[in-house]
């Protein structure tokens, strides 16, 4: 088998898409699978043989994705000459629609995956005009491939109401043994952010307004009056750095980090009392499974992805979206309460552990054996 992956976002970029495709590129390559990935070019990138390259601009709502300028024909030769017996379409724009032409004309199998609720993002952005549009494009786009992946049960279902068809869970996994418990991790990071506190609040992810970072705004201003026993800290890169470094310069219970990754990432996690993520916007939440992962119970929204692996009140703690006040009464509850904390903490792991990357991608090759079947199968019947 062979797959070719059109995407406006890829490694080394930071975000989840790039992060989910790159790890499947490694699956296909312990499997012995060719793949060719096309993607645009960005200031950190570097050449390897399999990645195709093009010019690009930042796309406005999401500057990770980037607004390809690319040679139509360039893509068809290079496809020719690849053969791939399957297109994935990972991202809706620029880069997506070159495949999707490209499917069509060379008549090539083409799957793709809905990784981003972008209408969410429009209010933050000030073009929530814009959303009947959005959607048109997005369901002609989307409808256009033979199936479409989704990372969550709750995104299925949010699709399904839109009557989007041919969806298929696409789901996410952890690296278990990167992020794993820690017991000497809560002194180590105290020590290294010369944090005197008893107990680490973290946030990890964007520095972004789809972050609903406004609530997570009110509640660290809410918390500081736990004993003042409490030290968030913050772990990300985007465009709202700046407030959150000013924010940092005024109040001497929070750090900022910048953005982290790998071993020192896991260490946080793992050092870490709980983790507060009030984003409602996720189509999965994969912070959030690193944290579980970790033994780090997690307080999120009622909202999104999350909903399917965080069980309030037994492996972390579900909040209304958007409700401060909801947040700071679980965080509350959760440090007064040791045992329960560390219960939760357990059953959280227990989930990360039934969830490994192998298994996620097995299922998605699977999928596309599928596809790639029933396409020979109807190109049989009208021979």
Known sequence: MKIAIFSDTYFPQVNGVAQTLKRLTNHLEKKQISYQVYSPENKTSSTYPNINQFPSLPFFLYPECRTVIANPKKIEKNLKQFKPDLIHLATPYMMGLYGMFAAKKLDIPVVSSYHTNFDQYLKYYHASLLEP???KYLKWFHQSTEKIFVPSKDT??????????????WGRGIDSKLFKPNTEANEQIKKKYRIKEKHILLYVGRLAPEKDLETLNKIINRTSNINNSVHWLIVGDGPNKEAWREKEQEQKNITLTGYIKGKELAM???????FVFPSYTETFGNVVLEAMSSGTPAIVSNAGGVKDFVIN????????KQNAESFVQAISELLADETMR????????????????DTIFEGLLSDYYEVIYSRQK????YA
Do not use: P
């Open 313 to 320: 009140m037994v492996n972390g703690k579900i909040c209304e």
């Open 133 to 135: 549009f959005l959607w």
């Open 156 to 169: 299925q279902r949010k699709l399904e109401s839109l009557h989007f068809s041919d969806l298929k869970v």
């Open 378 to 381: 109807l190109n049989e019947k």
């Open 268 to 274: 946080i996690y793992a050092g870490a009392d709980l």
């Open 342 to 357: 560390l219960r939760m903490g357990i059953e959280a792991r227990n989930y990360a552990l039934t969830q490994s990357w």
